[in-house]
């Protein structure tokens, strides 16, 4: 099996800071769990932004830039700066970030999905921001757009500057999206797949489900994809395992999971990088490090983007 890489998704746009105590929302709340989750074994991570004042999710290059360069200079990871951003933005505030930094790695939503967090509202938690209960639940009535053309869009508009993608499935249909952009020859390989499980509206967190998204892709692109899982909420560490066994690579967070066990928040996105890296050693997988999945992923070079 080759080396596993680990992502690690710092904050995304989902969870809200009433939710949890250790979410990062201010710039330096983010840079300092970015580097920590590094230093605990992540090759790669997944950025997204919030602003400082309430946390709620931002697409400002202006508010990226307050840490991006701090983890860029502190450690070697890869910096993937998220396409999706936050539910209900346009297309040109999601690749705003993108285009102005031009990192090595950006993620790329491969289909529209009705993307339903409303469950999360339902928390028995003490609402800290007017925004908070409200964005959760009118999620029940949006559909997180990502059309042809809009996939398009972007994979034209990022190609231009060397950055490469992390494409996000969260359903067979995705792969089929994906191969469509192969066969016209926009996109080249390696491919790098995030199998997404367990979002209301994708498919589910279920080892038929893992099974039928591998082997759908084995089909599709054959020895030229990478793939990597996440698993949302309670499924994170299930699946990753079931990734892991499977000689792929895993991506952990506090975008995606707020919790380390049952009923255990955790503490930072170091922990759960922890976690899952002991997972992976305890299943005879060696760690990748960053310079590693740079040449997995066939990416350009941390010196190649505009992050300084």
């Not at 105590?21 to 330096?28: D, G, S």
Request: some cysteine; hydrophobic content about 40%; aromatic content about 8%.
């Amino acid at each position: 099996m080759s080396k596993s890489i680990i992502s690690c998704a710092i904050t995304g746009a989902i969870h809200t800071p009433s939710l949890s105590p250790y979410l990062p929302v201010t710039p330096a709340e983010i840079a300092e769990q970015s580097i920590g989750a590094a230093n605990a074994g992540a090759a790669i991570i997944h950025l997204h932004a919030r602003e400082a004042g309430d946390g709620k999710p931002t697409a400002d290059p202006a508010v990226f830039e307050q840490f991006l360069p701090q983890i860029n200079n502190s450690c070697d990871a890869i910096l993937n700066i998220s396409t999706g951003v936050a539910l209900g933005m346009s297309l040109d505030e999601r690749i705003s970030a993108v285009t102005k930094f031009q990192p090595e790695l950006c993620s790329l939503n491969m289909g529209s999905i009705n993307f339903n967090v409303s469950r999360a509202a339902k928390a028995d938690v003490n609402w800290k921001h007017a925004w908070e209960k409200e964005f959760l639940t009118k999620s029940e009535d949006m559909v997180f757009r990502n059309t042809f053309t809009d996939i398009e869009n972007i994979i034209k508009t990022v190609s231009e500057f060397g950055t490469k993608f992390e494409y996000e499935c969260y359903d067979a249909g995705h792969l089929y999206n994906l191969a469509h952009f192969a066969e016209r020859g926009l996109i080249k390989p390696p491919f790098f797949i995030q199998f997404i499980f367990g979002v209301m509206g994708g498919i589910g967190a279920d080892v038929e489900s893992f099974n039928f998204m591998k082997q759908t892709a084995d089909r599709l692109f054959g020895n030229n994809y990478i793939f990597s899982v996440l698993g949302a909420g309670k499924h994170q560490f299930p699946i990753a395992e079931l990734a892991l066994k499977a000689g792929g690579n895993v991506r952990v967070g506090l975008e995606d999971n707020l919790y380390l066990d049952k009923g255990v928040l955790a503490k930072s996105n170091a922990e759960q990088v922890e976690k899952v890296k002991q997972m992976a050693i305890d299943l005879g997988r060696e760690i990748a490090s960053a310079d590693d999945a740079r040449e997995m992923l066939g990416l350009k070079g941390k010196d190649e983007s505009k992050i300084v």
